[in-house]
C-alpha cells in the first residue's frame, strides 16, 4: 500500500479509467522533475497528487467536528425521544406520496 502523508492512496481495482490533460511546457517539467525525485514516472505522480487532493477535499467536506461540550449535548439530544414535528409530518407525507416503489 502506498500512503502519501496521511492519506491512503491504494485502490484494489483495474486501472481502466484514462485522463488527459494539458499544460504548459514548464508545469509538466516540474511534474517530471518532482517525479524524478519520487523514483515514479510522471503520470504516476500526477494522478498520485490529484488523488491526494481529492481525498482531502472530500474527508474535509464529509466530517463535521465538535468540542467535547458540544458532543454531549449533540449526543444527549439525539438519545431524546421526541414527537415528530406537524412540519416534519407534513414533509413525510409529501415523500410518501411522491416516491413510488416498485
Same mark, same amino acid.
Given at each position: 500500500?502506498?500512503?502519501?502523508?496521511?492519506? @491512503?492512496?491504494?485502490?484494489?481495482?483495474? @486501472? $481502466?479509467?484514462?485522463?488527459?490533460?494539458?499544460?504548459?511546457?514548464? /508545469?509538466?517539467?516540474?511534474?517530471?522533475?518532482? !517525479?524524478?525525485?519520487?523514483?515514479?514516472? +510522471?503520470?504516476?505522480? /500526477?494522478?498520485?497528487?490529484?488523488?491526494? @487532493?481529492?481525498?482531502?477535499?472530500?474527508?474535509?467536506?464529509?466530517? $463535521?467536528?465538535?468540542?467535547?461540550?458540544?458532543?454531549?449535548?449533540?449526543?444527549? +439530544?439525539?438519545?431524546? !425521544? %421526541?414527537?415528530? $414535528?406537524?412540519?416534519?409530518?407534513? +414533509?413525510w407525507q409529501l415523500h410518501?406520496?411522491? /416516491? /413510488? @416503489? %416498485?
Amino acid at each position: 500500500m502506498q500512503t502519501w502523508g496521511h492519506l @491512503r492512496l491504494y485502490v484494489d481495482e483495474p @486501472r $481502466t479509467a484514462r485522463m488527459d490533460q494539458r499544460t504548459k511546457p514548464s /508545469v509538466k517539467a516540474s511534474i517530471e522533475a518532482a !517525479a524524478d525525485m519520487m523514483g515514479i514516472e +510522471a503520470s504516476a505522480f /500526477v494522478v498520485m497528487s490529484a488523488y491526494a @487532493r481529492a481525498q482531502e477535499l472530500l474527508c474535509s467536506t464529509q466530517q $463535521t467536528l465538535l468540542h467535547q461540550g458540544d458532543h454531549q449535548v449533540l449526543l444527549a +439530544a439525539l438519545d431524546k !425521544a %421526541s414527537k415528530p $414535528t406537524p412540519a416534519l409530518l407534513e +414533509a413525510w407525507q409529501l415523500h410518501q406520496n411522491r /416516491v /413510488v @416503489r %416498485s
